[in-house]
């Protein structure tokens, strides 16, 4: 009984630092590539910064979609579990 609560206990924390990556990794994933590919093609095309800007623009959008699409995988997942709890 003691091995069960113990595990539950480290179940929440586990998920919760899961989604912390997940979510962190969407945030700065799509940032730094934009950065380094915004740069890199400005340099070789001549349009600093506009490129630049342009990709910073776009990393913005994707990290979006990725933060509410894991967002709402989670709040679905904690829903089941709740539905489940009730029954």
Excluded: C, H
Aim: hydrophobic share 45%.
């Amino acid at each position: 009984m003691e091995d069960q609560n113990k595990q539950g206990k480290n179940y929440w924390w586990g998920v919760g630092l899961s989604l912390f990556f997940k979510l962190s990794g969407w945030i700065a994933g799509p940032i730094l590539v934009a950065i380094v590919v915004g740069r890199w093609l400005d340099r070789k095309f001549g349009t600093e910064p506009w490129l630049f800007l342009g990709t910073i623009g776009i990393a913005f959008v994707i990290s979006i979609f990725g933060i509410i699409r894991d967002s709402l995988k989670e709040l679905k997942k904690i829903d089941a579990e709740a539905d489940k709890d009730k029954k």
